[in-house]
């Protein structure tokens, strides 16, 4: 009965043992990043903003291509009265009941170069008058005409210019959010990791200060150790115990942020394992302008800018200037009882018309309004200028502070592992009664602070890879374009 007592014992810790490991997560620093980057309301955005970015420019391009639409009023029907003045100077109201509908089918095509558009279109209209029960039929059965503006700011011409600008850009942008949502997962990966490596310290340092604290009990009562020592170790203690639940609060927030932004509803704990550097890669600063002025959307915006201020030089000048619009058509026209008598032996139907706006007193006003817009103009080449060189300068600060922080990993890796072996010494010589309190404190301060220095160098390390790759859209560490 014992025996079985004790088998089934067994099999219950395995269980719980079991179920236990099964609810932690072990993830990597490269598993979090792939999974924001899928699941993120971050990464999501980007997505959602690169669609509107390619629905923004397939419209762009289906306005210069041809255009059919059919316009109509169908039913145009009116019963009331209306005034009628008679020869005789009165008012007579007379009964009106008739449907006067109209259909056009109309194909034009926008011209970039001139800004203007020409067109094709068939025309049918039917008046019923119901009062005399008449029917009559009005159609064009062909008709091409031009309307094209004459001196004026040409919009089309621009956009063509601009809007291929801001389509590239957008898709960098969405290259540049993902890179983005890299860099914060790491932030957040790390912001948990060092409060797990807390936790991690608290917990080492309560249990060692708890099994110090009995020992120096003993050597108290052998009279190896004075009270005050005693008592030194139990605010130890004290401090260990503290220093412990702050640290399961820290932890748990670090926890549920880093679930939050990676979009995971997965209640298991989370344990993260400590990230080794990258395989040591060089870095060529030029290489890294280079690929930074080729692949960020704020090259591209570069050009945009002042794009658009030229642009906005042209429609101040060309505005406020002479307008002019030509409106040309040529046709044929008929009439008649029934539909198909507007297709027999049609009459010719043409119209020319010019309309002009000519300013001609506008006391300084449209000078100044170009003055403005030459002004801005002027700004934006200097604003695109600066911002060159802060682009330029943030490169190159990054290059170098990467690659200092290769070597600043590695330094802090030998000093973590010197200070616990010097702290493991420490303490076997105060078992021994080979050290004072005073002394194992200082080693214990110095192991501690150690592994926090090599943790957040490697926080420092991997903020510092992730934000080149952002500053760059390269991956230095395999010699390519980011693309996704």
Known sequence: MTIMRKLFTLVFILLLARTVSAQVRKLTLEEVVQQAREQSISSKQAVTQKKTNYWQYRSFLAD???????????????????????????????????????????????????????????????????????????????????????????????????????????????????????????GYYFDLLVAQVNLQIAEKNRSNNDTLFKIAGHKLELGKISQNDLLQLQMGLLTAQKDLASAQQSAAVASLKLKMYMGSRDERALELGIPVEAAEFAIDPQLALD????????????????????????????????????????????????????????QDREFVE?????????????????????????????????????????????????????KQVKLTQVADGIAADRYQIAKERFILSDLSVTDLG???????????????????????????????????????????
Do not use: C, H
């Not at 009165?90 to 089918?105: A, E, G, I």
């Not at 000078?367 to 403005?372: G, I, M, W, Y």
């Open 354 to 406: 010019l309309q002009l706006t000519l300013p001609i007193l506008t006391w300084g006003r449209n000078k100044a309004r170009t003055e403005v817009a030459r002004a801005n103009r002027e700004f934006a080449q200097q604003s695109v200028e600066q911002d060159k060189l802060t682009f330029e300068q943030e490169i190159f600060t990054q290059v170098t502070l990467l690659q200092m922080l290769q």
């Open 291 to 346: 690929e930074a002025f080729a692949n960020r959307s704020a090259s591209v915006a570069f050009r945009r800018r002042l794009l658009e201020a030229e642009r906005d030089v042209d429609d101040a000048r060309k505005t406020n200037g002479l307008n002019a619009t030509l409106n040309a058509n040529f046709g044929l026209s008929n009439q008649g009882n029934l539909p198909r008598d507007v297709y027999r032996s049609p």
């Open 64 to 186: 210069y291509k041809p255009q059919l639409s059919l316009l109509g009023t169908v039913p145009g029907f009116t019963r009331s009265y209306i005034e009628v003045i008679q020869p005789d100077g009165t008012v007579s109201f007379q009964p009106v009941s008739n449907n006067n509908s109209m259909l056009n089918l109309s194909l034009s095509q926008s011209i970039a170069m001139t800004g203007g558009t020409i067109y094709v279109q068939q025309q049918m209209q039917r008046f019923d008058d119901f009062q005399r029960d008449v029917t009559r039929y009005n159609g064009v059965p062909f008709e091409i005409g031009i309307k094209q503006p004459l001196f004026q700011f040409n919009p089309l011409k621009w956009d063509r210019k601009i809007s291929p600008l801001k389509f590239q850009e957008g898709n960098q942008q969405y290259i540049q959010s993902l890179e983005q949502v890299a860099l914060d997962a790491t």
């Open 442 to 484: 200082i080693a214990t301060q110095e192991k501690d602070i150690a592994r926090r220095d090599y943790i957040l160098a490697l926080r420092d390390y991997w903020q510092a890879y992730y934000s080149l790759r952002l500053l760059t859209l390269y991956d230095f560490e395999r010699g390519r374009k980011i693309a996704y």
